[in-house]
């Protein structure tokens, strides 16, 4: 057997009556076509419902799939402790999720659990297909910091181990969709809110699984939303199948988007193996980049390529510019991978004999010893993209003159207290003011909120 059905559900406590008392009223439609989607489950009879929750254990770099033969939870911390749930676990199709990971080299598996404790993400879809089914067990996984297509390929091998078992399964995406659609809602207004809901629900609306692939990171942020990379996973638990999407309600009146889509699998589909399609375009356009590259990065490039492929310290080429070899400068080293930060390491002043060995010294940082992220793989080296930013001399400005002295475009901001020091470089995605800029800073120092700094300014040079 195989996955027989998915859908995409959103999970707003607020929707289960013990917890709305009476405001769950508010999104009916959305109600309604959850009834009609856990119904549809209970006809198909599965042996197992598998659950991506975006609140369940969450990690960087690592999916993890709840161990253990069962967890309980409830919904009291939402005022409603009598609805409570106890499910009991696929142990088996867990324990061979986690192996063909391990087997493949990807980081998912059942390591790391801090709370076994079921998540309202994934207790929403219970309560609604609880009162339609009895019989079955469940696994349930988080998401991670990962890109996008490693969500996709984590969906893959849901899917073959699935098929291995002979399981008859049903996928839940459980997701809500953009939390920036009413200037009254929990987070505000951003113009991203709206149009990532009418893009996502007309991506759905047609099971154009290859589009999910192609959102881009930034977007998703500023748009808030909740469960696309849920959507994703799912998306990959049908890869390589043709499917049938009937989209049944969007509401947005509390100021978060609640999509409901259910995915009916058919025949195998050659032309739906979106994840190969999707990284051939990338490696073009990595390729075409890589091309048009300056002597800056490619150093950065040759560094990496040198660690990763022939396993030793790169020796310095020959016919580089001669002002990498004669001017001393800090460095940052970014690496982006799916247009997602991969690594990043830098030097504020320079520690090295010239620009282009304090290149090398930080591009092998970036790659290797960026503490947010595991170390680069070889595989990983066709999607990388590579920036190189050489920092021009800080100058002291007053911390009452930021507003007229800084522009978070064209200057980076260096924040001090003491011996902390915090730096953000300039024109980066989603830093839009000077309050968020030194912000960002003040958190990577360690810098209180209300604590007084010094600030510093500078300019860059990116190479890309």
Same mark, same amino acid.
């Given at each position: ?8 559900v959103?999970?707003?406590p607020?929707i ?8 769950e009223k508010q ?5 309604a ?8 489950i ?16 969450m990690?960087a770099?690592?999916f ?6 069962q ?6 911390r939402? !005022?409603? +402790?009598?609805?409570?749930?106890? =499910? /009991? ?5 867990? %324990?061979?999720?986690s192996r &063909?990971?391990?087997?493949? !080299?990807? +980081?998912?598996?059942?390591?790391? =659990? /801090?709370d076994?404790?079921?998540?309202h %993400?994934?207790?929403?879809? &219970?309560?609604?297909?609880r009162?339609y089914l009895?019989?079955f067990?469940l696994? /349930?996984?988080?998401l991670s910091?990962?890109?996008l297509?490693e969500?996709y ?12 078992l002979?399981?008859r399964?049903?996928?839940i995406?459980?997701g809500?969709l953009?939390?920036?659609l009413q200037?009254?809602g929990?987070?505000g ?9 009418r893009k ?5 609306g ?8 192609d959102?881009?990171e ?12 849920s ?11 043709a499917v049938?999407?009937t989209?049944?309600s969007?509401e947005?009146?509390?100021?978060v ?15 739906r193996?979106f994840l190969?399609?999707?990284?051939k ?7 075409a ?17 040198s ?16 002002e ?6 800090g ?10 930060l ?10 090295a004999s ?5 290149i ?5 940082s970036a ?5 947010r ?15 190189v ?17 800084l522009d ?18 300039p024109?980066l995605?989603?830093?839009d003011s ?10 990577k ?12 300014r ?7």
């Amino acid at each position: 057997m195989a996955i027989l059905f998915a859908c995409m559900v959103p999970h707003p406590p607020m929707i289960i009556p013990e917890v709305g008392g009476g405001s769950e009223k508010q999104i009916e439609k959305t109600r309604a076509a959850y009834e009609q989607a856990m119904k549809h489950i209970a006809d198909l009879a599965p042996d197992t419902v598998i659950i991506s929750s975006p609140h369940a254990v969450m990690y960087a770099d690592y999916f993890h799939i709840s161990p253990g033969k069962q967890a309980s939870g409830s919904f009291s911390r939402f !005022g409603a +402790p009598q609805v409570q749930f106890t =499910e /009991r676990y696929d142990t088996e199709l867990t %324990g061979l999720i986690s192996r &063909l990971a391990e087997k493949k !080299g990807f +980081p998912a598996g059942t390591q790391g =659990e /801090r709370d076994a404790r079921l998540d309202h %993400g994934t207790m929403v879809p &219970l309560y609604f297909l609880r009162r339609y089914l009895k019989d079955f067990s469940l696994v /349930r996984t988080g998401l991670s910091g990962l890109s996008l297509s490693e969500h996709y390929t984590f969906g893959e091998i849901i899917r073959t181990a699935v098929d291995t078992l002979g399981r008859r399964a049903v996928f839940i995406a459980s997701g809500d969709l953009s939390h920036k659609l009413q200037t009254y809602g929990p987070y505000g207004f951003a113009p991203e809110g709206p149009e990532y809901d009418r893009k996502i629900m007309d991506t759905a609306g047609r099971a154009a699984f290859g589009e999910l692939l192609d959102y881009d990171e930034t977007f998703l942020d500023k748009a808030a939303e909740c469960g696309h990379r849920s959507f994703v996973i799912m998306a990959g638990a049908l890869n390589g199948r043709a499917v049938k999407a009937t989209p049944l309600s969007h509401e947005d009146v509390t100021g978060v988007g609640y999509g409901v889509c259910l995915f009916e699998p058919g025949q195998e589909d050659d032309s739906r193996c979106f994840l190969k399609d999707h990284e051939k375009k990338q490696l073009i356009r990595t390729q075409a980049a890589r091309e048009k590259a300056d002597p800056y990065v490619r150093l950065a490039w040759h560094t990496l390529e040198s660690r990763l492929l022939r396993h030793r310290d790169a020796e310095m080429p020959e016919g580089l510019p001669q002002e990498m070899l004669h001017t001393r400068a800090g460095v940052f080293v970014s690496i982006h991978k799916d247009g997602r930060l991969r690594g990043c390491i830098g030097t504020i002043s320079p520690t090295a004999s010239c620009v282009a060995r304090e290149i090398m010294r930080n591009a092998v940082s970036a790659a290797f010893h960026d503490p947010r992220f595991s170390p680069i793989r070889p595989e990983e080296l066709d999607h990388l993209e590579i920036h190189v930013d050489v920092l021009g001399k800080a100058e002291a400005i007053p911390f009452e003159k930021r507003r007229e002295m800084l522009d978070v475009k064209r200057f980076g901001v260096i924040v001090s207290s003491g011996s902390r020091r915090g730096l953000l470089l300039p024109d980066l995605d989603g830093v839009d003011s000077i309050e968020e800029q030194i912000g960002i800073a003040r958190k990577k120092a360690g810098i209180g909120a209300d604590e007084p700094v010094e600030l510093e300014r500078f300019e860059v040079v990116r190479h890309t």
